[in-house]
């Protein structure tokens, strides 16, 4: 009898400090939009920008490394297979330097 209340004691109060975090964090967000000159001058909106835009050259950094693994890859398979699959082996080489050209062009246009 005493764990079911204290267990319905635990959801309310988790409850209300729920409650309180996400009202503390609107204050917060209106507090910063009312003071600033426009919306896309707020601390948030700023932070996300730059949060993005750190993720974009992360994921950048990552594609070419892997997209260069498996050009170096398929050029190594190349010269050790025979001649079916150097023709599939080519096909991967040329998808594989386009996905580089791709992606070396979408962080450019960003």
Known sequence: MSLKINKEKMRKVIKVTAKIIIVIILVLTINQVVNASSFESTKLVTGTKKLVEAIISWLTGIGLTICGG?????????????????????????????????????????
Do not use: A, H, P, W
Request: proline fraction near 0%; glycine fraction near 2%.
């Open 70 to 110: 498996y050009f170096i890859y398929y050029v190594y398979c190349l010269k050790t297979n025979d001649e079916g699959e150097r023709r599939r082996n080519i096909q991967n080489i040329k998808t594989t330097l386009i996905s580089m050209v791709l992606i070396t062009c979408r962080t450019s246009t960003y």
